[in-house]
């Protein structure tokens, strides 16, 4: 009996190991026309700096897939400009995610305090009505 539950609980936590990895590849991919360079990014709109393997990164990127706001991704550690532009705005850390929303940034922000800045500081980028994704300008 005691082999069963060995058994099972070997099954359980492989496939919880195998899930989370898939998870971690799929969550750590640039957006497909969201990706960027720190020279490239729009500054009248939302750029997320982020970094793989940052759990605080996926778990902001993740949520914003739901919201439809139109925003620029850059992986600080493939730009090494956007890397020094985190530091900078971060006491020298490269604390991310780090995100500017009309060039004003935010450290760490939780997605209703990132929605919260982009309703003052950068309405045309909110998803329009119709439900087509950002207004572009």
């Known amino acids: 009996m005691s082999s069963v539950i060995s058994s099972a609980l070997s ?18 991919l640039p957006r497909r026309d969201r990706a960027t360079s720190h020279a490239l990014a ?30 620029a991704e850059v992986n600080i550690w493939r730009d090494p400009e956007a890397a020094a532009f985190v530091r900078s705005v971060a006491n020298g850390n490269e604390t991310v995610p780090t995100v500017t929303v009309a060039g004003k940034t935010m450290v760490n922000p939780s997605k209703d ?23 572009q300008s």
């Not at 997320?48 to 778990?59: D, I, L, S």
């Not at 305090?113 to 207004?135: C, M, N, S």
């Open 42 to 71: 729009d500054r009248t709109g939302v750029v997320v700096y982020w970094r793989p393997g940052c759990r605080y990164c996926m778990r902001l990127r993740t949520r914003l897939r739901f919201t439809r706001l139109r925003h």
């Open 113 to 135: 305090q990132l929605l919260e800045a982009v309703k003052t500081e950068a309405p045309h980028v909110l998803p329009d009505p119709g439900g087509r994704g950002g207004r």
């Open 11 to 28: 099954v359980i936590a492989i496939s919880f190991l195998v899930l989370y990895a898939a998870w971690m590849i799929i969550a750590n």
